[in-house]
């Protein structure tokens, strides 16, 4: 295997794959991140796309807007040329004989590690035989694999998107009106963590509390009033909003 | 001790001091939830006002709106009288000689055990040794125990409504969108877990990831089609409220 781009996606998934010895890392393509390279020893190291070696599989994670350009870098290749995006078709890579698509739904950071054993790793190619290639691949780290064409995994992006991203704004917005107080942040930590862990187990509409489940109204004018006092007022809005969502599941869900 | 109410809140509590032996938990006075009830071994319990028993500690665990009224049918008392809301002033129990907050910030459920060592206990009362009285007892079952005023508790409560109600929001309307193409909620769960775990040690501005946090404007604009494709357009206003609000944010910390 050849792995392009080294950034968050790529070393994680390197690692796992180094610790299963399944397959032969034999080269790392990339621009920057020489620092996280070096946890991988022996592997050959270059900047040159004239430099890529011959292998089975590619696996290309970079930015989605630099998928193409660097697909079409790397030129007419033996191997099955795979990407890792959420959010970029498979279609980018089908100037290759044979592509596909890898996309480990979890979030990595660079400090942090994960158990890939139940991340959920979505898979996708343009031939039978290179589906299950893939499929071998992804079940030597993950439990949890899962054929998902493009459109798809476009659809499971976006709800990824709510619950990581905007779910972590969220935990940003509340820091924020902690901070306006003196307030320390670590407080709301033991109550965000029992949230996620609440519906591994229930629905999110059954898990559902709070105010506007409650239909209190006085409480969250009192809300309102709060964030005014607090210089919040950008955040009113957006409390009314979410707000608003919940009390419309609710009567959807009596009706 | 007398327990006021029995819904999920004097449940968890109860059970949680039960197991330090700390405490003697006299009597149960609640309208319903005789089942709940019945997990309490040996214990009198009513639904008489007037049975009430003396005590040196009344902790009232009652819906928001209805706190003053069952603090005003409970009369005058020598122990002390307790509620154990997040948004509710202590003032509202300033008829009683002592009175005060025993507001433990965790979402409870019927079904889920919960570990109170973890969970921060917000204590407030009209006296030092009443105050002394509560710590005694919060630390019998929790290691974060902290005084906070009904002015601090107020912000600690809509800080609350953030990363707890409106965060099981976004898990509802991720779900909801998933449902649209047939796809299992469960492939997100270990996403919004680590999203979670994430601010366990980073804050929440370090933790930002995403299209609206790369300013990857095409991304965004995809996903608004998406909602569009997939019957979703009431989600469209609250994902570019969410995007803007991250991408503020970006910029506030840039500039």
Chains 1, 2 share one sequence.
Do not use: W
């Amino acid at each position: 295997m050849v792995f392009i781009g080294y950034g968050n996606v790529n070393y994680h998934i390197s690692n796992a794959l180094y610790e299963t010895s399944q397959v032969y890392v034999k080269q790392v393509v990339s621009q920057n991140n020489k620092d996280l390279f070096r946890t991988l020893k022996n592997i050959s190291f270059t900047t040159d796309f004239q430099k890529v070696e011959e292998a089975d599989l590619y696996i290309i994670a970079v930015p989605d807007d630099a998928i193409e350009d660097v697909s079409n870098r790397l030129g007419a290749r033996k191997g099955l040329v795979a990407h890792t995006s959420g959010s970029v078709s498979i279609k980018v890579l089908n100037t290759h004989e044979r592509y596909g698509v890898f996309y480990p739904l979890q979030t990595f950071s660079k400090n942090r590690k994960v158990s890939f054993q139940d991340i959920p790793i979505c898979i996708e190619a343009n031939s039978n035989s290179d589906l299950a290639l893939l499929r071998t691949l992804a079940t030597s780290i993950s439990d949890n694999v899962t054929e998902v064409s493009s459109e798809e995994r476009a659809t499971l992006h976006l709800a990824a998107v709510f619950v990581n991203n905007f779910t972590n704004y969220l935990y940003a917005v509340s820091e924020d009106i902690l901070k306006a107080k003196g307030l320390d942040f670590s407080l709301l930590k033991p109550l965000l963590q029992e949230t996620a862990e609440k519906v591994q187990s229930l629905s999110p509409k059954e898990a559902q509390t709070g105010p506007a489940k409650r239909n209190d109204i006085k409480t969250m004018q009192n809300h309102v009033h709060l964030l005014q006092q607090l210089g919040k007022e950008p955040l009113i809005e957006l409390y009314k909003k979410l707000s608003e969502g919940i009390q419309q599941n609710q009567t959807n869900e009596n009706s």
